[in-house]
């Protein structure tokens, strides 16, 4: 079956620096265009990042500009966040997502999330 897995979270001070990684398996990663969420306690869930299936087009919000970086890896089916200059209001559930071809419509996969929390 088709399984997202995040790693790399975890606690950290501001101004500090985690590499999130998104494993996937079960599906044709090359062909998938792949996003990172996040979502806080109370608040909307929200994208924070953006890369295509080639690798070559991403998308950041306004908020994550010059601190992350979204990359991809197609030989090890990975794709990975790196967040540098970490601020408080970065803490959140951190959630992949794969959407790729499927027979009719666009399929979507969701990871479980990994935990970021930046506090002193």
């Known amino acids: 079956q088709v399984q997202l897995v995040e790693s790399g979270g975890g606690l950290v001070q501001p101004g500090g620096s985690l590499r999130l990684s998104c494993t996937t398996s079960?599906?044709?990663?090359?062909?998938?265009?792949m996003s990172w969420y996040r979502q806080a306690p109370g608040k909307e869930r929200e994208l924070v990042a953006s890369?295509?299936?080639?690798?070559?087009?991403?998308n950041y919000t306004d908020s994550v500009k010059g601190r992350f970086t979204i990359s991809r890896d197609n030989a090890k089916n990975t794709v990975y966040l790196q967040m540098n200059s970490l601020k408080p209001e970065d803490t959140a559930v951190y959630l992949c997502?794969?959407?790729?071809?499927?027979?009719?419509?666009?399929?979507?996969?969701w990871g479980q999330g990994t935990q970021v929390t930046v506090s002193s």
């Open positions: 890369i295509a299936s080639p690798g070559e087009g991403t």
């Open positions: 997502k794969a959407r790729g071809p499927g027979p009719r419509f666009y399929y979507t996969y």
């Open positions: 079960g599906l044709a990663f090359r062909n998938y265009a």
